[in-house]
């Protein structure tokens, strides 16, 4: 059998849990042809997998309490000429990471697994916080007849910095010791796809137009990451709050319909669309 | 920390050399600066207390030691960026990483920094999440100098090099009209594949500060000169910065005129100095929407990432090894 790891980075709430529940519901429902497939339980705790899988199913956002913590969780897979895989993924909070930038240090049991030689980096596609300027802003708020807001000066803070930058040095950290281990794979998974789709770019374009300091850095950093950029809507839609008394989001209700969960599930590369979301995996441990 | 001569001045801040020099680092009075009178151990055991984590690289500005290992590890252009107090060295510093967040400048690509941290640190006042009504840049505190780093590319991946940038505060270049020996601590000047003058545009508007700017500048590259910093054949950029202010003004042209007026001074009094003289104009942090952010910085990117001449060979002893400017040379032999 072989064994893979896969580390799964980003910021806070850059969809990574859910990927994980939509790939746990696709391949234990085998319901749609995917590059890798099923095979066991196997040994391990499949409950956090269960669990998540289930709030995907139900159409509701994950619990950030739940899945609060460093857990590794582990699938059995079998390719298509047979071959038993294991993979191997961290479901680590988007704070570890954020703390790599803002207080320049890693956990020891976080640092463990981004040793694991290929990565996904998740980027919400909805929530890039770009870079903005005093100047342009205040141009824009002349053009809008609304006050300036002068005299309300905020001192710097690291988790201020525009998303690409962040993620940017996220890549640098992964390519310098202590976590340096050569060359990797990279997926650029850029999350919640449905709410990008109306750009009308592909994900490249997409990552070159609202990312371009990050996608600067991978066309510059061939020898050390190889990268391919994906379009990823693992839910579909809207998803309805866990909270009580939440109010119901239509989108989630008219996905709970569909006959199949899975055809929730949108995966696009270039101009090629599909519902596999193994296929990044397939790619990225080849 | 004492002042009774009987008890060693220490700083937990590495970068400091209070206890030689008398400054801080950071430019502060001694009896505010936070680091004054701690040992270096104290810092480290109270950083790491409660802490379990791994130490990731700092992303702060480089130290010369650091500077140096870079300039040896590959393809590098070192340009020492010289002016007055706010001449705009740290908003031109500023303006060129910022425009590369938008995409690629003058055909170069944006391929990594060790300062990353410390470029959004110097960029935050004039960004829009500072809040701030106009934008502002601090001022580079006076201490030892410290290095920015770019790596850029274009073309081939292999065809990428670092852009190590000098920064330093405009008051130490300044000193250097009244007491030629500070030069001597001048490390990034004399390595320097290109030096950057800064003639500040605000200034020059002024019809009486005007003459006062166009003396700074010719004594301070005299004293870079005659301290002896100046010796391999250097590039030298002649910039006009705040160029948006100087579009508005009615004084407009005639400070242009002055500006080339002062660069063909420049090119002629130092002629066998720089192996060019080449000028510019910049708006590195537009005040209002009059010019794009970074207007002119592309231009100065690639005269700064051209090729540099063949340096002549300097004797080996022409330099005494206790000069600090000799320093970087020298950690950049201990490397090999």
Known sequence: MGEHSIVIVGLPGSGKTTFLAALWHLITEHDMDTVLQFEKLGDGDSAHLNAIAARWRDAKVQDRTATSGNRLVSMNLVDTTGNSIRVTFPDTAGEAYGRMWEDRECDVAVAETLKASNVMLFVHSNTIQPPMWVVDDVALSRRMGVPVPEGQAVPWHPKLAPTQVQLVELLQLLGSPPLDVGQRRITVMLSAWDKAAPEELSPAEFLAAKLPLLSQFLRRNTARWTARVYGLSAQGGDYDAIETGAVAKPQAAELRKLDRPSTRIRLVRDSVESHDLTEPLGWIMA | ?336
């Open chain 2, 1 to 336: 920390m004492s002042d009774s001569g009987s008890t060693a001045i220490v700083c937990s801040n590495p970068d400091c050399r209070v206890g030689d020099t008398g400054k801080c680092v950071e430019g502060l009075e001694t009896s505010k600066c936070p680091h004054y009178g701690r040992t270096p151990q104290a810092m480290v055991e109270s950083a790491n207390k409660g802490s379990d984590g791994i130490a990731m690289p700092s992303g702060g500005t480089l130290s010369i030691a650091e500077a140096a290992k870079l300039l040896r590890a590959g393809e590098a252009r070192l340009i020492a960026i010289i002016g007055p107090t706010d001449a705009g060295k740290t908003s031109l510093i500023a303006g060129l990483y910022d425009l590369f967040q938008n995409g690629s400048v003058a055909g170069f690509d944006f391929a990594g920094s060790l300062s990353l941290r410390e470029f959004e640190h110097i960029c935050h006042d004039a960004r829009a999440a500072s809040r701030r009504g106009t934008p502002h840049i601090n001022r580079t505190p006076r201490g030892e100098v410290k290095f920015y780093h770019l790596h850029v590319g274009s073309g081939e991946a292999h065809d990428d090099l670092a852009l190590v940038l000098g920064d330093r505060a405009g008051e130490e270049y300044r000193s250097a009209m009244d007491d030629v020996s500070v030069v001597a601590g001048f490390a990034e000047i004399v390595r320097a594949d290109a030096l950057t003058v800064l003639v500040d545009g605000e200034r020059l508007l002024d019809i009486g500060a005007r003459h006062n700017l166009r003396s700074e500048i010719i004594m301070i590259l005299r004293a870079l000169i005659e301290g002896g910093a100046i010796t391999s054949l250097p590039r030298i950029a002649v910039v006009l910065t705040k160029l948006d202010l100087v579009r508005q003004s009615p004084e407009q042209e005639r400070a242009l005129a002055d500006f080339a007026n002062l660069v063909e001074t420049i090119a002629q009094t130092y002629s066998g100095t720089f192996a060019e003289v080449a000028s510019f104009t910049i708006a590195a942090s537009p005040k209002n929407d009059i010019l794009p952010r970074g207007a002119g910085i592309p231009d100065l990117l690639t005269f700064w990432l051209s090729k540099t001449p063949p340096r002549p060979t300097a004797p080996a002893d022409r330099l005494p090894a206790s000069r600090v400017f000799a320093r970087l040379d020298a950690l950049e032999k201990a490397e090999v």
